[in-house]
Each structure stands twice: as structure tokens, then as C-alpha cells.
């Protein structure tokens, strides 16, 4: 399978709202863009609730779990936020953003507060850049990270493991 050879890799938490409705989703396809300002790309399902939220409110954040985390992110990612509530089924503590709407994940290493800057639909995806507005880092930022072997088998890993 093409994604294969890009195993194992990190997963991130992406949360996203309107004045209706909040989703949160795991997404392993990520990365950082640019330093200067700033800015992420993320790549999303086109039928992504979290997606159809990014566009409309045209913002969105990036939460670096733990591993303390797994199932939750297990869960974010095996179910749609259109079928169920997933912060009320994982029990996700939220917290509120200073420059977005989106809730940030208060258990995380690190929270990103992104404002759209561009989007486009590559295939059955749509990549989304962010402009990083703020930034949170936690305590447990020294907790091992969170990272996909594949097939959804995650594992966590310290950063000077890396």
C-alpha cells in the first residue's frame, strides 16, 4: 500500500468548530510548511465532519497527544463526529482557545491554534495550510509522544528516543 512505506509516523489531534457544532478527529497526515510565519498542513477525508467545520469557520487547532492518550486517539479516528459526540465519548478534557474558536485538548504535549491561510482537494483528500496563531506547551510535553506502526497500532515515544 503506498502509505505504508511512510510508517511508523506521529499522530496529532485536530479540533474544529462552529457556533453549531465541534468535532475532533486523529489525523496522521501532517506537517510543518514554513518557520516564518508559522504554518502547518494537515490533509483530511473529503467527507470529513472536521473538515466541512475547517471551512466554514475557516480555523482550526492541532493538539500533540501523549501516549497516556492512545485510546482516545484510537477512537477519535475509527468513528465520525457526524454519527457520534466524540468529545463526550472519549471524555477528551477541553479547554478553551485564546485566538479560535476550536477547544484545545488540555491533556496534550502541545496545542496549536491555526487560521486558515489555504485549502485544496487533492483526490478523495483536501490539504489544509494553517498559520499558527498560538501556541500552548503543557507539563507533560516530556511524556512520550504518540505514533502509528500501522494498521492502527500505536505506540508512544520520547523525544530523545527519536
Known sequence: MFGEIFYPRQVVLV???TSEKSNVTAVEWFMPV???PPILAISLSNSSLTL?????????????????????VLLCGMTSGKFIDKFAETKISTMKAKKISAPLIADAAANLECKVRYYSTQGDYTIVLGEVVEAHFSKSSDEPLLFNKGG????GLKKDQL
Not at 152 to 155: A, D, G, H, I
Request: net charge negative.
Open 15 to 17: 479540533t474544529a468548530a
Open 34 to 36: 514554513a518557520q516564518k
Open 152 to 155: 492502527k497500532e500505536l505506540f
Open 52 to 72: 466541512d467545520l475547517i471551512c466554514t469557520s475557516l480555523e482550526f487547532a492541532v493538539a500533540v497527544p501523549t501516549e497516556k492518550m492512545k485510546e482516545q
